[in-house]
Protein backbone atom coordinates (compact mmCIF):
# COMPACT_ATOMS: atom_id res chain seq x y z
CA UNK A 1 0.00 0.00 0.00
CA UNK A 2 1.21 3.08 -0.71
CA UNK A 3 0.62 6.60 0.98
CA UNK A 4 0.11 9.90 -0.80
CA UNK A 5 0.17 13.46 1.05
CA UNK A 6 -1.54 16.74 -0.21
CA UNK A 7 0.84 19.41 -1.69
CA UNK A 8 -0.27 22.28 0.61
CA UNK A 9 -0.96 22.82 4.10
CA UNK A 10 -4.37 23.97 5.21
CA UNK A 11 -4.00 26.81 7.64
CA UNK A 12 -7.42 26.56 8.87
CA UNK A 13 -6.93 23.11 10.44
CA UNK A 14 -3.66 24.11 12.14
CA UNK A 15 -5.72 26.88 13.63
CA UNK A 16 -8.67 25.24 14.85
CA UNK A 17 -6.10 22.81 16.92
CA UNK A 18 -4.80 25.45 18.81
CA UNK A 19 -8.08 27.20 19.77
CA UNK A 20 -9.34 23.42 20.68
CA UNK A 21 -5.68 23.31 23.00
CA UNK A 22 -6.21 26.44 24.73
CA UNK A 23 -10.03 24.94 25.66
CA UNK A 24 -8.70 21.82 27.10
CA UNK A 25 -5.80 24.50 29.07
CA UNK A 26 -9.21 26.28 30.44
CA UNK A 27 -11.23 23.32 31.15
CA UNK A 28 -8.74 22.05 33.38
CA UNK A 29 -8.33 25.37 35.42
CA UNK A 30 -11.85 25.57 35.74
CA UNK A 31 -11.18 21.60 37.62
CA UNK A 32 -9.04 23.89 40.40
CA UNK A 33 -10.58 24.84 43.72
CA UNK A 34 -10.41 28.29 43.27
CA UNK A 35 -12.40 28.34 39.65
CA UNK A 36 -14.66 25.50 40.20
CA UNK A 37 -17.23 28.56 40.02
CA UNK A 38 -16.21 28.71 35.98
CA UNK A 39 -18.17 25.79 35.56
CA UNK A 40 -21.52 27.16 37.06
CA UNK A 41 -21.04 30.09 34.86
CA UNK A 42 -22.08 30.33 30.81
CA UNK A 43 -17.73 30.52 30.87
CA UNK A 44 -18.34 26.71 30.84
CA UNK A 45 -18.95 26.25 27.06
CA UNK A 46 -15.26 27.49 26.88
CA UNK A 47 -14.11 24.52 29.68
CA UNK A 48 -14.83 21.72 26.73
CA UNK A 49 -11.81 19.79 26.67
CA UNK A 50 -13.15 16.47 25.85
CA UNK A 51 -14.87 18.05 22.93
CA UNK A 52 -11.61 19.49 22.07
CA UNK A 53 -10.07 15.96 22.04
CA UNK A 54 -13.11 14.88 19.86
CA UNK A 55 -12.53 17.95 17.22
CA UNK A 56 -8.54 16.73 17.28
CA UNK A 57 -9.50 13.06 16.46
CA UNK A 58 -12.01 14.50 13.40
CA UNK A 59 -9.17 16.65 12.59
CA UNK A 60 -6.30 13.75 12.76
CA UNK A 61 -8.97 11.59 10.36
CA UNK A 62 -9.50 14.21 8.00
CA UNK A 63 -5.63 15.18 7.15
CA UNK A 64 -4.37 11.62 7.57
CA UNK A 65 -6.60 10.54 5.09
CA UNK A 66 -5.50 13.48 2.71
CA UNK A 67 -1.81 12.49 3.20
CA UNK A 68 -3.34 8.88 1.89
CA UNK A 69 -4.95 9.78 -1.28
CA UNK A 70 -2.86 13.54 -2.30
CA UNK A 71 -0.44 13.90 -4.91
CA UNK A 72 2.89 13.02 -2.91
CA UNK A 73 3.34 9.06 -2.19
CA UNK A 74 5.28 7.67 0.97
CA UNK A 75 4.93 4.16 1.67
CA UNK A 76 3.71 2.77 4.83
CA UNK A 77 6.70 2.75 6.59
CA UNK A 78 7.46 6.21 6.24
CA UNK A 79 4.03 7.07 7.40
CA UNK A 80 4.34 5.05 10.54
CA UNK A 81 8.02 6.70 11.05
CA UNK A 82 6.21 9.99 10.45
CA UNK A 83 3.53 9.54 12.66
CA UNK A 84 6.25 8.29 15.67
CA UNK A 85 7.76 11.18 14.98
CA UNK A 86 4.87 13.57 15.32
CA UNK A 87 3.20 12.34 18.23
CA UNK A 88 5.68 10.13 19.97
CA UNK A 89 9.47 11.34 20.35
CA UNK A 90 7.90 15.09 21.84
CA UNK A 91 5.70 12.73 24.32
CA UNK A 92 8.77 10.85 25.72
CA UNK A 93 10.45 14.38 25.92
CA UNK A 94 7.77 15.65 27.66
CA UNK A 95 7.12 12.47 29.59
CA UNK A 96 11.13 12.92 31.16
CA UNK A 97 9.94 16.54 31.97
CA UNK A 98 7.10 15.63 33.82
CA UNK A 99 8.75 12.65 36.11
CA UNK A 100 11.51 15.49 37.07
CA UNK A 101 8.85 17.86 37.89
CA UNK A 102 7.04 15.12 39.98
CA UNK A 103 9.75 14.42 41.95
CA UNK A 104 11.54 17.54 42.40
CA UNK A 105 8.36 19.03 43.27
CA UNK A 106 5.59 16.70 45.11
CA UNK A 107 5.16 17.06 48.69
CA UNK A 108 1.72 15.53 49.53
CA UNK A 109 -1.88 16.82 48.74
CA UNK A 110 -2.73 20.42 47.68
CA UNK A 111 -5.58 21.88 50.44
CA UNK A 112 -6.87 24.50 48.08
CA UNK A 113 -6.87 22.61 44.81
CA UNK A 114 -9.36 20.21 44.41
CA UNK A 115 -10.45 16.82 43.49
CA UNK A 116 -8.78 16.37 40.30
CA UNK A 117 -5.63 18.01 40.91
CA UNK A 118 -4.54 15.83 43.96
CA UNK A 119 -5.69 12.92 42.18
CA UNK A 120 -3.44 13.74 39.01
CA UNK A 121 -0.70 13.39 41.10
CA UNK A 122 -0.42 10.75 43.85
CA UNK A 123 3.13 10.62 44.80
CA UNK A 124 6.68 9.54 44.14
CA UNK A 125 6.06 5.49 44.87
CA UNK A 126 4.44 4.89 41.21
CA UNK A 127 5.77 1.38 40.45
CA UNK A 128 8.39 0.79 37.66
CA UNK A 129 5.60 -1.23 35.58
CA UNK A 130 3.31 2.02 35.39
CA UNK A 131 6.40 3.90 33.98
CA UNK A 132 7.10 1.19 31.73
CA UNK A 133 3.05 1.71 30.73
CA UNK A 134 3.56 4.96 29.94
CA UNK A 135 6.77 4.33 27.40
CA UNK A 136 5.21 1.47 25.42
CA UNK A 137 1.29 2.31 25.22
CA UNK A 138 0.55 -1.17 25.46
CA UNK A 139 -2.82 -2.44 27.57
CA UNK A 140 -5.23 -0.73 29.40
CA UNK A 141 -4.20 1.46 32.67
CA UNK A 142 -4.43 4.20 34.40
CA UNK A 143 -3.13 7.56 32.96
CA UNK A 144 -3.81 10.17 34.70
CA UNK A 145 -0.95 10.07 37.17
CA UNK A 146 1.22 11.89 35.72
CA UNK A 147 0.82 13.95 32.40
CA UNK A 148 -3.22 13.21 32.82
CA UNK A 149 -3.90 14.17 28.85
CA UNK A 150 -2.18 11.48 27.77
CA UNK A 151 -4.70 8.94 27.05
CA UNK A 152 -5.84 10.87 23.57
CA UNK A 153 -1.87 10.10 22.72
CA UNK A 154 -2.85 6.51 23.36
CA UNK A 155 -5.71 6.36 20.86
CA UNK A 156 -4.36 8.59 18.55
CA UNK A 157 -1.13 5.72 17.68
CA UNK A 158 -2.86 3.00 17.93
CA UNK A 159 -5.80 4.34 15.24
CA UNK A 160 -2.16 5.44 13.03
CA UNK A 161 -1.56 2.44 13.32
CA UNK A 162 -4.66 1.12 10.97
CA UNK A 163 -5.69 3.56 10.07
CA UNK A 164 -4.13 3.48 6.35
CA UNK A 165 -6.05 0.07 6.11
CA UNK A 166 -9.24 1.43 7.18
CA UNK A 167 -8.96 4.68 4.65
CA UNK A 168 -8.25 1.48 1.74
CA UNK A 169 -11.59 0.59 2.96
CA UNK A 170 -13.64 3.03 2.58
CA UNK A 171 -12.72 4.71 -0.66
CA UNK A 172 -13.95 0.59 -1.87
CA UNK A 173 -17.09 1.01 0.12
CA UNK A 174 -20.21 3.07 -0.32
CA UNK A 175 -20.86 6.46 1.80
CA UNK A 176 -23.75 5.03 2.99
CA UNK A 177 -22.32 1.66 4.49
CA UNK A 178 -19.24 3.22 5.69
CA UNK A 179 -21.05 5.92 8.09
CA UNK A 180 -23.46 3.15 9.06
CA UNK A 181 -20.70 1.06 9.92
CA UNK A 182 -19.15 3.83 12.09
CA UNK A 183 -22.27 4.32 13.98
CA UNK A 184 -22.82 0.99 15.05
CA UNK A 185 -19.29 0.36 15.76
CA UNK A 186 -19.17 3.06 18.28
CA UNK A 187 -22.72 2.00 19.29
CA UNK A 188 -22.02 -1.18 20.10
CA UNK A 189 -18.98 -0.13 22.28
CA UNK A 190 -21.45 1.56 24.25
CA UNK A 191 -24.07 -0.48 24.11
CA UNK A 192 -21.55 -2.92 25.67
CA UNK A 193 -20.40 -0.55 28.61
CA UNK A 194 -24.11 -0.27 29.21
CA UNK A 195 -24.41 -3.85 29.46
CA UNK A 196 -21.64 -4.90 31.78
CA UNK A 197 -22.36 -1.46 34.01
CA UNK A 198 -19.24 0.17 32.65
CA UNK A 199 -18.29 3.90 32.38
CA UNK A 200 -17.34 5.12 29.51
CA UNK A 201 -15.25 7.93 30.97
CA UNK A 202 -13.18 5.79 33.06
CA UNK A 203 -12.85 3.63 30.39
CA UNK A 204 -11.18 6.11 28.00
CA UNK A 205 -8.76 7.75 30.75
CA UNK A 206 -7.74 3.99 31.40
CA UNK A 207 -6.72 3.77 27.65
CA UNK A 208 -9.19 1.00 27.00
CA UNK A 209 -8.87 -1.07 23.61
CA UNK A 210 -12.73 -1.06 23.85
CA UNK A 211 -13.02 2.71 23.30
CA UNK A 212 -10.28 2.40 20.82
CA UNK A 213 -13.13 0.96 18.30
CA UNK A 214 -15.74 3.69 19.71
CA UNK A 215 -12.55 6.13 18.55
CA UNK A 216 -11.89 4.49 15.46
CA UNK A 217 -15.07 6.06 14.58
CA UNK A 218 -14.54 9.25 14.80
CA UNK A 219 -11.59 9.39 12.68
CA UNK A 220 -13.64 7.89 10.09
CA UNK A 221 -16.10 10.68 9.97
CA UNK A 222 -13.02 13.10 9.85
CA UNK A 223 -11.87 10.39 6.85
CA UNK A 224 -15.33 10.60 5.04
CA UNK A 225 -15.34 14.41 5.28
CA UNK A 226 -12.20 14.56 3.33
CA UNK A 227 -13.23 12.13 0.83
CA UNK A 228 -16.58 13.49 0.12
CA UNK A 229 -15.12 17.40 -0.07
CA UNK A 230 -16.21 17.07 -3.27
CA UNK A 231 -19.32 17.05 -3.17
CA UNK A 232 -20.15 19.07 -0.02
CA UNK A 233 -17.55 22.08 -0.05
CA UNK A 234 -19.31 23.37 -3.61
CA UNK A 235 -22.79 23.31 -1.88
CA UNK A 236 -21.43 24.48 1.70
CA UNK A 237 -20.44 27.56 0.03
CA UNK A 238 -23.18 28.65 -1.67
CA UNK A 239 -25.44 31.83 0.22
CA UNK A 240 -25.62 32.02 3.74
CA UNK A 241 -25.10 28.05 3.95
CA UNK A 242 -22.19 28.52 5.66
CA UNK A 243 -23.75 30.38 8.51
CA UNK A 244 -26.64 28.26 8.85
CA UNK A 245 -24.14 25.05 8.91
CA UNK A 246 -21.82 26.66 11.47
CA UNK A 247 -25.14 27.73 13.82
CA UNK A 248 -26.36 24.23 14.06
CA UNK A 249 -22.47 22.15 14.49
CA UNK A 250 -21.48 24.76 17.17
CA UNK A 251 -24.88 24.20 19.26
CA UNK A 252 -24.46 20.72 18.58
CA UNK A 253 -20.50 21.15 20.00
CA UNK A 254 -21.25 22.91 22.78
CA UNK A 255 -24.61 22.06 23.94
CA UNK A 256 -24.58 18.52 24.13
CA UNK A 257 -23.93 17.89 27.33
CA UNK A 258 -27.38 19.14 28.12
CA UNK A 259 -28.19 15.79 27.42
CA UNK A 260 -26.94 14.88 31.10
CA UNK A 261 -30.48 16.19 32.42
CA UNK A 262 -31.69 12.98 31.37
CA UNK A 263 -29.04 11.41 33.32
CA UNK A 264 -25.34 9.93 32.95
CA UNK A 265 -25.53 6.33 31.52
CA UNK A 266 -23.50 5.43 28.83
CA UNK A 267 -26.00 5.76 26.46
CA UNK A 268 -26.22 9.81 27.07
CA UNK A 269 -22.79 9.79 26.70
CA UNK A 270 -22.74 8.08 23.46
CA UNK A 271 -25.67 10.92 22.31
CA UNK A 272 -23.12 13.29 23.56
CA UNK A 273 -20.21 11.98 21.59
CA UNK A 274 -22.24 11.55 18.90
CA UNK A 275 -23.64 15.04 18.66
CA UNK A 276 -20.19 16.66 19.75
CA UNK A 277 -18.36 14.59 16.30
CA UNK A 278 -21.21 15.71 13.86
CA UNK A 279 -20.76 19.17 15.61
CA UNK A 280 -16.61 19.15 15.02
CA UNK A 281 -17.19 18.00 11.49
CA UNK A 282 -19.26 21.38 10.64
CA UNK A 283 -17.11 23.32 12.44
CA UNK A 284 -13.95 22.09 9.94
CA UNK A 285 -16.11 21.83 6.99
CA UNK A 286 -17.15 25.28 7.41
CA UNK A 287 -13.23 26.82 8.22
CA UNK A 288 -12.85 25.18 4.91
CA UNK A 289 -15.38 26.97 2.99
CA UNK A 290 -16.06 30.50 4.54
CA UNK A 291 -13.77 33.57 3.50
CA UNK A 292 -14.33 35.30 6.23
CA UNK A 293 -13.79 32.39 8.91
CA UNK A 294 -10.72 31.19 7.10
CA UNK A 295 -9.38 34.88 6.97
CA UNK A 296 -10.21 35.11 11.06
CA UNK A 297 -8.19 32.04 11.44
CA UNK A 298 -5.06 33.13 9.46
CA UNK A 299 -4.61 35.62 12.28
CA UNK A 300 -1.26 35.30 13.49
CA UNK A 301 -1.89 34.68 16.93
CA UNK A 302 -4.50 32.08 16.12
CA UNK A 303 -1.66 30.59 13.86
CA UNK A 304 1.04 30.70 16.62
CA UNK A 305 -1.48 28.95 19.01
CA UNK A 306 -2.32 25.91 16.09
CA UNK A 307 1.76 26.12 15.88
CA UNK A 308 2.62 25.55 19.56
CA UNK A 309 -1.04 23.65 19.83
CA UNK A 310 0.65 19.99 20.62
CA UNK A 311 3.52 21.17 23.08
CA UNK A 312 0.46 23.21 24.83
CA UNK A 313 -1.69 20.18 25.14
CA UNK A 314 1.18 18.20 26.42
CA UNK A 315 2.81 20.63 29.11
CA UNK A 316 -0.16 22.55 30.36
CA UNK A 317 -1.16 20.11 33.17
CA UNK A 318 2.48 19.57 34.09
CA UNK A 319 2.91 23.56 34.58
CA UNK A 320 -0.68 23.84 36.47
CA UNK A 321 1.05 20.88 38.94
CA UNK A 322 3.95 21.81 39.18
CA UNK A 323 2.92 25.46 40.53
CA UNK A 324 0.39 24.11 42.70
CA UNK A 325 2.80 21.86 44.39
CA UNK A 326 5.49 24.23 44.85
CA UNK A 327 2.97 26.99 46.34
CA UNK A 328 0.84 24.72 48.15
CA UNK A 329 -0.18 27.02 51.12
CA UNK A 330 -3.92 28.12 50.64
CA UNK A 331 -2.67 31.42 51.11
CA UNK A 332 -0.47 31.25 47.55
CA UNK A 333 -3.31 29.68 45.31
CA UNK A 334 -3.87 32.62 43.45
CA UNK A 335 -0.33 33.75 42.87
CA UNK A 336 0.01 29.19 41.76
CA UNK A 337 -2.62 30.03 39.53
CA UNK A 338 -1.74 33.34 38.19
CA UNK A 339 2.24 32.18 37.29
CA UNK A 340 0.75 29.17 35.46
CA UNK A 341 -1.29 30.81 33.33
CA UNK A 342 1.63 33.41 32.94
CA UNK A 343 4.07 30.70 32.08
CA UNK A 344 2.05 27.72 30.06
CA UNK A 345 2.33 29.42 26.47
CA UNK A 346 6.00 30.60 26.67
CA UNK A 347 7.10 27.12 28.10
CA UNK A 348 4.01 25.24 25.38
CA UNK A 349 6.36 27.51 22.90
CA UNK A 350 9.77 26.81 24.72
CA UNK A 351 8.37 22.67 24.57
CA UNK A 352 7.59 23.58 20.32
CA UNK A 353 11.05 24.38 19.62
CA UNK A 354 13.27 22.11 21.57
CA UNK A 355 11.37 18.59 21.69
CA UNK A 356 8.09 19.16 18.80
CA UNK A 357 9.76 21.12 16.00
CA UNK A 358 13.17 18.86 15.65
CA UNK A 359 10.77 15.69 16.01
CA UNK A 360 8.78 16.96 12.76
CA UNK A 361 12.61 17.31 11.59
CA UNK A 362 13.99 14.35 11.75
CA UNK A 363 10.35 12.75 10.29
CA UNK A 364 10.78 14.61 7.64
CA UNK A 365 14.43 13.73 6.81
CA UNK A 366 13.92 10.24 7.37
CA UNK A 367 11.26 9.55 5.05
CA UNK A 368 12.53 12.22 2.32
CA UNK A 369 12.92 10.42 -1.33
CA UNK A 370 16.39 11.08 -1.11
CA UNK A 371 17.25 9.68 2.27
CA UNK A 372 15.07 6.42 1.60
CA UNK A 373 16.78 5.93 -1.63
CA UNK A 374 20.07 6.68 0.21
CA UNK A 375 19.28 4.07 3.03
CA UNK A 376 17.10 1.91 0.52
CA UNK A 377 18.92 -2.56 0.54
CA UNK A 378 21.05 -2.76 -2.68
CA UNK A 379 19.79 -4.33 -5.90
Keep these: MTIKTPSRRLHQLDALRGIASCMVVFSHFALIGP ?227 FGDSPMIRWVIELTVTAGAAGIIAVSLTSKRIAHFLARRIVLFLGDISYSLYLVHTIVLLTFAHLLSDARQAWMALGLAALTVIPLAFVTYFIFEKPSLLLGRYLTSPKNSKDHSPSK
Design 35 to 261: LIWINRTPLRLLATGHEAVLLFFVLSGFVLTLQQTGSRRVGYPEYLLKRFCRIYLPYICVLVLAIVCLFLTYHGLVPWAGGWLNSAWIGKDLSIGYFVDHIIFVGSYDTEHIIPVIWSLIYEMRVSIVFPLIVFFIIKMRLMYVAVSAIFLSLGTFCYIALTGGDSLALSFQASYLMTLHYLGVFVVGALLALKRAQWMPWLREGRRPYAVLCVSLALYFLSRGFLV
